[in-house]
């Protein structure tokens, strides 16, 4: 069985470190989920696990080179290396939600910092920066489609956003020199009015690399249910090749 989390996660121990979100802390998953169904659990993190789903059977198909970016309530990245996630030293790669990028008017992380990527450029920070330059309370969704209808304020809020946005992507970038990224989450349902001027403003931060294609995600919210069943089934062809399938 898979099964996946956000947060720090140890993959081989199956311990679920760290959640700022949530609140656990090496959390033992995959031994309390073994002992509650009989079956020995294969524990991956959410967004990496999307992530190998969209480079294997999604948007990022066919490529060796994947950067998945998942932005909803906050941001978070997985890097897929010829179909294989990259599980970092400690179980935190990729982390581009806290990421640092310059800006004197986002509020406290999660984390505890200021100017971390998902504070000020997630779907949340959408909203809260709306609200804050005088709107009304709506979601970010709302916010891009009176930004595309031509309404000032929300034109105002949106360009910055995919300003931040464009900051840490180009950071992501010159560090993994991904082939493609693929551009996920409850942000990405913005399609054009969000990949059209991210990647103008990407290409304004070129130097002498080579910009990879961005594409939105394929797979929507099902990538990391798809993920965590690839996982699995990675562990079932990983035991069957040792010669035992025993708790699979």
């Known amino acids: 069985m898979g099964l996946?989390?956000?947060g720090v996660v140890?993959?081989?121990r199956r311990i679920a470190g760290y959640s700022a979100n949530i609140g656990w802390q090496d959390v033992p998953f995959g031994e309390l989920i073994d002992a509650r169904t009989g079956l020995t659990t294969a524990l991956g993190h959410d967004v990496?696990?999307?992530a190998v789903a969209e480079a294997r059977l999604g948007a990022g198909a066919g490529s060796d080179n994947v950067l998945f970016v998942a932005i909803g309530t906050g941001i978070a990245a997985g890097h897929v290396l010829s179909g294989v996630p990259y599980p970092g030293a400690h179980g935190a790669p990729s982390e581009l939600g806290h990421v640092q990028v310059v800006c004197t008017d986002g509020p406290r992380c999660g984390c505890g910092r200021y100017g971390c990527l998902e504070a000020v450029a997630s779907a949340a920070a959408v909203a809260r920066r709306y609200g804050e330059a005088g709107g009304d309370r709506v979601a970010a969704a709302e916010v891009v489609r009176r930004a595309v209808a031509g309404e000032e304020r929300a034109g105002r809020v949106w360009r910055r956003t995919v300003?931040?946005?464009a900051d840490g992507l180009i950071t992501a970038m010159?560090?993994?020199?991904p082939e493609v990224i693929v551009i996920g989450g409850g942000l990405a349902?913005?399609?054009a009015a969000l990949l059209d001027p991210l990647h103008a403003a990407m290409m304004e931060r070129l130097a002498f690399q080579t910009m990879p294609r961005l594409v939105a995600a394929a797979l929507g919210d099902q990538a990391g249910c798809i993920g965590a069943a690839l996982l699995a089934l990675d562990r079932f062809h990983a035991g069957f090749a040792a010669g035992s399938t025993t708790g699979h």
């Not at 010159?174 to 020199?177: A, F, K, Q």
């Open 189 to 191: 349902e913005a399609g």
């Open 163 to 165: 300003e931040l946005l």
């Open 174 to 177: 010159r560090l993994l020199d």
């Open 4 to 6: 996946v989390v956000p």
């Open 10 to 12: 140890d993959e081989v």
């Open 48 to 50: 990496r696990a999307g």
